[in-house]
């Protein structure tokens, strides 16, 4: 079992930056690589960014990128999103999560395990 759990989350003006931080426990060897999915209200689950544990190469959903950056500290065993130039369009609830078996990292049929989610709330 990996358990993950969110912080960072909160409410900022369009422009403004946050920090979302993702620290895992338990079986943390398992992972395979680490994403960040957010979810508004009526719409589906949407993968942002993830990382690969080994190797740290990163994606990065097009209506993010330039302006989040994701990043990890394995000594710590915490990935973080670093978000910047925030837009209202930014407002959802954004999830951790650990994929073990791999699949494509915008999926979130690719992640075994997920977080509890914390609300990013950006005002314009």
């Known amino acids: 079992q990996v358990q993950l759990v969110e912080s960072g989350g909160g409410s900022v003006q369009a422009g403004g930056s946050l920090r979302l931080s993702c620290a895992a426990s338990?079986?943390?060897?398992?992972?395979?690589?680490m994403g960040w999915f957010r979810q508004a209200p009526g719409s589906e689950r949407e993968g942002v960014a993830a990382?690969?544990?080994?190797?740290?190469?990163?994606y990065y959903a097009d209506s993010v990128k330039g302006r989040f950056t994701i990043f990890q500290d394995n000594a710590k065993n915490t990935v973080y999103l670093q978000m910047n130039s925030l837009k209202p369009e930014d407002t959802a609830m954004y999830y951790c999560?650990?994929?073990?078996?791999?699949?494509?990292?915008?999926?979130?049929?690719?992640?075994?395990?997920w977080g509890q989610g914390t609300q990013v709330t950006v005002s314009s």
């Open positions: 999560a650990a994929s073990v078996y791999g699949g494509p990292w915008y999926s979130a049929m690719a992640y075994d395990y």
């Open positions: 338990g079986y943390t060897y398992r992972r395979n690589f």
């Open positions: 990382i690969y544990t080994r190797g740290g190469s990163t």
